[in-house]
């Protein structure tokens, strides 16, 4: 595992008058996959928008390798390096698969090519000119990750990326994101299945009423399996 | 010669070709207007007002600069357009997180203030502009006498209005457009200049109604008021073909001036407000439009 | 929601700020025309039944969240059936009875009160016909419909005989109220119509404030929940449609026996964007805004009569800005910053 890589620093984020972040202070290193996890409403998500610039009201600290972002604009911000896979995938109904697939710019070098794409994901280069959103949930959320890879971002943010899915693709979900680790990429995930997260994760870290509460490593995870259904209310 | 329903052969044709005409102005401003509203989500009611710029600005390069109609149809929907893209920045921006009704009641302001300056310099009455020399002519079909100047208006309008669908349904910028119109926060996330794309977006709505007002200058009365009664009629052209339609607005556009062009021949009294009628006829059995399927 | 539960509230509690506003408001209208102001009662009466028309007109937007877009129509045309009735005096209708013939019904003539009836009704009905149509659709399809009927309305206008056209119909006779009291005068014909005025001003605050009122804002608050609740939302914005409606022909009909003609400028769309700025720069959803929108632009088109070409640029600037820096508009801006209800 290398240096740190993502660095959050009080951040808070208001929806309208609902302050929904209240100061989330946490850091994601270089390679690493951590998953935040925390019930319902905690501030999960909101966290993974507000690091993309996708909330109107935000304060506190946002570094990319040193780099401050939380001045930036939301495409500025995917223009250094970071990108989303969002809640509900965000297919493009009006666009096709392969516009779909094409639409993220290059952002970085590095970036997979559409061969090695299909390679990963053969079912989307059989698909590409039907409508996005005419996919099934499991081939939307492929979509999803794979137009993300297109892009050379390092840092992924994915939102509830198993959400919904059988267990079949779940399975290929994960060994999607092993993959990517393998291959050097940063992933900061939502979960809320936390059984998925525990195949994939490095490093965890628990929401709650919009704070982080706990961390623990990978390898703390059993030690902590009692305190964590506590705080997800299982 | 002949007859067709009591009404001669060469007043049909020559009402049709007047339909399709007007069916050109219906189909290029419904286009501006549906392309402005999938993007801004706001109805621009200033859309006649800058219509009736691109006349003035044809009439003015001409009367004040020497320029003629062919380097107008290039010049004036760039300036016009640009005068576009300055009231976005001024003006619309402020409205994009609020109800749609304050886009429609602004432009609205807009409307009013374009048209009443340009009333008051300008007065009510009209302004002519001449046909150009290329296209004073008439072709002879057989059946009928085709005059040159509306053919042409006909054929620029297909190709503008073809064109411009081909671009957002077909190419990568159009992926962009119809991406951001669905979500534009998301499309902001990737990477893409929402904002920017969005200011352009209108400054190309503006330029296609000022194209129009330049092709309307030699044939309607260039006039303060020359865009405001035909704005209300495309609003109804717009509502029928479905408002997020590009093809609804171009098809509806057409096909609603071919049916007026008929109506002038068959039931003359009838065709100021056939346009309305099939508006609620069309409201009545599908009220999202003929184009748009859903909500 | 606390509006659902309509039963709950209190209708007796009037409260303060409004008390205090309407009596100011009718010792205005009182004082205004008497000395020392001895403000001129032609203008008083042109403002008040434009205070009429803002205020239905704000009925459906500002309680409704409806914004309509050719309100003239019922203004305009309600004018139109008024102006006839007390001039011609008569109503003539087709019906068939082997072949069209047409049934004529005499009405006693110059009959003000029967003359402002008949158009209210015509409003009406036609607020009826209108709304049905343009409720299948919501926001700016909504605007965008009422705004092409309207033109239609006006199109049938200029083609039909009645409404003489370009002309209009000139020379309607106020008559005698009840077949008593000569309106002829501008002291009576004042009278008169402030009572219409402070008449419809007091039903239409019943009708804000009662259930049905409440739930309507329910609704345009957030039309989901309010189906969810079982409420039949589309036969609510009917009503409060046609009661706009309605109310909007009041004020027409009024207007064209206060002032003696009607006209196609009644009906046409730009008198359906003036009522809109009148009650945006009063403030919509504020009951008194629309009043106080409505003498600021009477007021504004009576002072720049003289430079008549500019006053569509003043309007159109205004409405540029309270969209940008004063959509609460002037009543509403200042009721929100004293925590009051107007």
Same mark, same amino acid.
């Given at each position: 595992?290398?240096?740190?890589?993502?660095?959050?620093?009080?951040?808070?984020?208001?929806?309208?008058?609902?302050?929904?972040?209240?100061?989330?202070?946490?850091?994601?290193?270089?390679?690493?996959?951590?998953?935040?996890?925390?019930?319902?409403?905690?501030?999960?998500?909101?966290?993974?928008?507000?690091?993309?610039?996708?909330?109107?009201?935000?304060?506190?600290?946002?570094?990319?390798?040193?780099?401050?972002?939380?001045?930036?604009?939301?495409?500025?911000?995917?223009?250094?390096?970071?990108?989303?896979?969002?809640?509900?995938?965000?297919?493009?109904?009006?666009?096709?698969?392969?516009?779909?697939?094409?639409?993220?710019?290059?952002?970085?070098?590095?970036?997979?090519?559409?061969?090695?794409?299909?390679?990963?994901?053969?079912?989307?280069?059989?698909?590409?000119?039907?409508?996005?959103?005419?996919?099934?949930?499991?081939?939307?959320?492929?979509?999803?990750?794979?137009?993300?890879?297109?892009?050379?971002?390092?840092?992924?943010?994915?939102?509830?990326?198993?959400?919904?899915?059988?267990?079949?693709?779940?399975?290929?979900?994960?060994?999607?994101?092993?993959?990517?680790?393998?291959?050097?990429?940063?992933?900061?995930?939502?979960?809320?299945?936390?059984?998925?997260?525990?195949?994939?994760?490095?490093?965890?870290?628990?929401?709650?009423?919009?704070?982080?509460?706990?961390?623990?490593?990978?390898?703390?995870?059993?030690?902590?399996?009692?305190?964590?259904?506590?705080?997800?209310?299982? | 010669?002949?007859?067709?329903?009591?009404?001669?052969?060469?007043?049909?044709?020559?009402?049709?070709?007047?339909?399709?005409?007007?069916?050109?102005?219906?189909?290029?401003?419904?286009?501006?207007?549906?392309?402005?509203?999938?993007?801004?989500?706001?109805?621009?009611?200033?859309?006649?007002?800058?219509?009736?710029?691109?006349?003035?600005?044809?009439?003015?390069?001409?009367?004040?600069?020497?320029?003629?109609?062919?380097?107008?149809?290039?010049?004036?929907?760039?300036?016009?357009?640009?005068?576009?893209?300055?009231?976005?920045?001024?003006?619309?921006? +402020?409205?994009?997180?609020?109800?749609?009704?304050?886009?429609?009641?602004?432009?609205?302001?807009?409307?009013?203030?374009?048209?009443?300056?340009?009333?008051?310099?300008?007065?009510?009455?009209?302004?002519?502009?001449?046909?150009?020399?290329?296209?004073?002519?008439?072709?002879?079909?057989?059946?009928?006498?085709?005059?040159?100047?509306?053919? +042409?208006?006909?054929?620029?309008?297909?190709?503008?209005?073809?064109?411009?669908?081909?671009?957002?349904?077909?190419?990568?910028?159009?992926?962009?457009?119809?991406?951001?119109?669905?979500?534009?926060?998301?499309?902001?996330?990737?990477?893409?200049?929402?904002?920017?794309?969005?200011?352009?977006?209108?400054?190309?709505?503006?330029?296609?109604?000022?194209?129009?007002?330049?092709?309307?200058?030699?044939?309607?009365?260039?006039?303060?008021?020359?865009?405001?009664?035909?704005?209300?009629?495309?609003?109804?052209?717009?509502?029928?073909?479905?408002?997020?339609?590009?093809?609804?607005?171009?098809?509806?556009?057409?096909?609603?001036?071919?049916?007026?062009?008929?109506?002038?021949?068959?039931?003359?009294?009838?065709?100021?407000?056939?346009?309305?009628?099939?508006?609620?006829?069309?409201?009545?059995?599908?009220?999202?439009?003929?184009?748009?399927?859903?909500? | 929601?606390?509006?659902?539960?309509?039963?709950?509230?209190?209708?007796?509690?009037?409260?303060?700020?409004?008390?205090?506003?309407?009596?100011?408001?009718?010792?205005?209208?009182?004082?205004?025309?008497?000395?020392?102001?001895?403000?001129?009662?032609?203008?008083?009466?042109?403002?008040?039944?434009?205070?009429?028309?803002?205020?239905?007109?704000?009925?459906?937007?500002?309680?409704?969240?409806?914004?309509?877009?050719?309100?003239?129509?019922?203004?305009? +045309?309600?004018?139109?059936?008024?102006?006839?009735?007390?001039?011609?005096?008569?109503?003539?209708?087709?019906?068939?009875?082997?072949?069209?013939? +047409?049934?004529?019904?005499?009405?006693?003539?110059?009959?003000?009160?029967?003359?402002?009836?008949?158009?209210?009704?015509?409003?009406?009905?036609?607020?009826?016909?209108?709304?049905?149509?343009?409720?299948?659709?919501?926001?700016?399809?909504?605007?965008?419909?009422?705004?092409?009927?309207?033109?239609?309305?006006?199109?049938?206008?200029?083609?039909?005989?009645?409404?003489?056209?370009?002309?209009?119909?000139?020379?309607?006779?106020?008559?005698?109220?009840?077949?008593?009291?000569?309106?002829?005068?501008?002291?009576?014909?004042?009278?008169?119509?402030?009572?219409?005025?402070?008449?419809?001003?007091?039903?239409?605050?019943?009708?804000?404030?009662?259930?049905?009122?409440?739930?309507?804002?329910?609704?345009?608050?957030?039309?989901?929940?309010?189906?969810?609740?079982?409420?039949?939302?589309?036969?609510?914005?009917?009503?409060?449609?046609?009661?706009?409606?309605?109310?909007?022909?009041?004020?027409?009909?009024?207007?064209?026996? @206060?002032?003696?003609?009607?006209?196609?400028?009644?009906?046409?769309?730009?008198?359906?964007?003036?009522?809109?700025?009148?009650?945006?720069?009063?403030?919509?959803?504020?009951?008194?805004?629309?009043?106080?929108?409505?003498?600021?632009?009477?007021?504004?088109?009576?002072?720049?009569?003289?430079?008549?070409?500019?006053?569509?640029?003043?309007?159109?600037?205004?409405?540029?800005?309270?969209?940008?820096?004063?959509?609460?508009?002037?009543?509403?801006?200042? @009721?929100?910053?004293?925590?009051?209800?107007?």
């Amino acid at each position: 595992m290398g240096s740190r890589f993502l660095a959050v620093e009080g951040l808070q984020a208001w929806y309208g008058e609902s302050h929904v972040l209240r100061g989330v202070t946490f850091e994601v290193l270089r390679g690493e996959v951590v998953s935040l996890l925390g019930r319902n409403g905690a501030g999960k998500s909101t966290t993974l928008k507000a690091i993309m610039g996708m909330v109107a009201k935000r304060t506190g600290s946002v570094k990319l390798a040193g780099r401050e972002l939380s001045r930036l604009t939301s495409n500025e911000i995917a223009r250094a390096g970071i990108a989303i896979c969002p809640e509900q995938r965000g297919i493009f109904a009006s666009l096709s698969v392969e516009e779909n697939l094409e639409l993220p710019p290059e952002v970085g070098p590095g970036g997979l090519s559409r061969a090695r794409i299909f390679e990963l994901f053969p079912n989307l280069g059989e698909r590409l000119a039907s409508r996005g959103t005419k996919l099934s949930g499991g081939e939307q959320q492929i979509l999803a990750i794979a137009r993300i890879l297109r892009t050379g971002a390092r840092m992924l943010l994915l939102d509830e990326p198993t959400e919904g899915l059988a267990p079949v693709i779940v399975q290929q979900i994960g060994r999607t994101i092993r993959m990517l680790k393998e291959h050097g990429f940063t992933i900061l995930m939502v979960e809320q299945n936390f059984r998925f997260a525990a195949t994939v994760a490095d490093q965890y870290y628990v929401m709650e009423h919009g704070r982080v509460v706990e961390g623990f490593a990978q390898a703390e995870f059993d030690a902590n399996r009692d305190k964590l259904q506590q705080y997800l209310g299982v | 010669m002949f007859e067709i329903f009591g009404i001669p052969s060469t007043a049909l044709f020559g009402q049709l070709v007047l339909g399709l005409v007007n069916g050109s102005f219906y189909a290029l401003l419904g286009l501006g207007l549906a392309v402005i509203f999938g993007m801004l989500n706001i109805i621009n009611f200033a859309h006649g007002a800058q219509y009736m710029m691109g006349a003035f600005a044809a009439v003015l390069l001409l009367d004040k600069l020497g320029i003629g109609y062919w380097p107008a149809l290039v010049l004036v929907p760039v300036i016009i357009g640009a005068f576009g893209i300055v009231i976005e920045r001024l003006l619309l921006q +402020w409205l994009y997180k609020l109800d749609h009704l304050y886009g429609l009641l602004l432009t609205f302001g807009l409307a009013l203030v374009i048209e009443g300056v340009f009333r008051r310099y300008y007065g009510p009455s009209g302004i002519r502009y001449g046909v150009p020399d290329l296209l004073q002519g008439e072709q002879n079909l057989g059946f009928m006498s085709l005059p040159d100047y509306p053919a +042409w208006v006909i054929a620029v309008s297909v190709v503008v209005c073809f064109g411009t669908w081909f671009a957002i349904a077909r190419t990568r910028l159009g992926s962009y457009l119809r991406a951001a119109t669905e979500n534009p926060t998301l499309v902001r996330a990737f990477g893409i200049d929402v904002p920017r794309m969005i200011m352009l977006t209108y400054g190309f709505g503006v330029a296609l109604a000022a194209l129009a007002g330049v092709l309307a200058a030699p044939i309607y009365n260039v006039s303060a008021q020359m865009g405001s009664d035909l704005i209300i009629v495309v609003f109804a052209v717009v509502v029928i073909g479905g408002m997020g339609s590009i093809m609804g607005a171009i098809v509806a556009g057409f096909g609603l001036g071919i049916v007026e062009g008929l109506t002038e021949a068959f039931f003359p009294e009838a065709s100021s407000t056939v346009i309305f009628a099939v508006m609620v006829i069309v409201l009545l059995i599908r009220p999202t439009g003929l184009f748009v399927r859903g909500t | 929601m606390a509006a659902i539960d309509a039963a709950a509230i209190p209708q007796s509690e009037i409260p303060a700020s409004m008390k205090i506003a309407f009596a100011v408001m009718v010792a205005t209208l009182v004082a205004a025309p008497l000395p020392p102001f001895q403000v001129d009662p032609v203008f008083l009466m042109k403002a008040l039944c434009f205070a009429l028309f803002a205020c239905a007109f704000n009925l459906l937007i500002g309680y409704g969240g409806l914004l309509s877009f050719g309100h003239a129509m019922f203004f305009g +045309w309600a004018s139109y059936v008024a102006a006839h009735l007390a001039k011609v005096g008569a109503i003539s209708m087709p019906y068939w009875s082997d072949g069209w013939h +047409w049934l004529v019904i005499p009405l006693p003539p110059q009959s003000p009160e029967l003359a402002i009836l008949g158009g209210t009704l015509v409003a009406g009905v036609l607020g009826g016909i209108v709304g049905a149509l343009a409720i299948r659709r919501q926001g700016v399809y909504f605007a965008m419909i009422t705004l092409a009927l309207a033109q239609m309305m006006y199109l049938f206008a200029l083609q039909m005989k009645f409404t003489g056209g370009e002309d209009g119909i000139q020379g309607v006779p106020r008559g005698r109220l009840f077949g008593i009291i000569d309106l002829s005068g501008s002291v009576a014909m004042y009278a008169f119509v402030m009572l219409i005025f402070l008449a419809a001003f007091l039903l239409i605050y019943r009708i804000v404030y009662s259930p049905f009122g409440e739930v309507l804002k329910a609704i345009r608050e957030n039309e989901p929940r309010a189906i969810s609740l079982g409420y039949k939302t589309e036969r609510y914005k009917l009503v409060a449609f046609i009661l706009s409606a309605t109310l909007a022909g009041l004020a027409g009909a009024t207007k064209a026996l @206060a002032f003696q003609f009607a006209s196609l400028t009644d009906l046409h769309w730009t008198m359906s964007g003036e009522v809109v700025l009148m009650a945006l720069v009063g403030g919509f959803g504020t009951i008194f805004g629309p009043v106080v929108g409505a003498v600021a632009i009477v007021a504004l088109q009576t002072h720049f009569a003289s430079f008549g070409e500019w006053v569509p640029v003043i309007e159109g600037a205004i409405f540029i800005a309270c969209v940008l820096v004063l959509r609460r508009g002037v009543v509403g801006e200042l @009721a929100a910053r004293l925590h009051i209800r107007l």
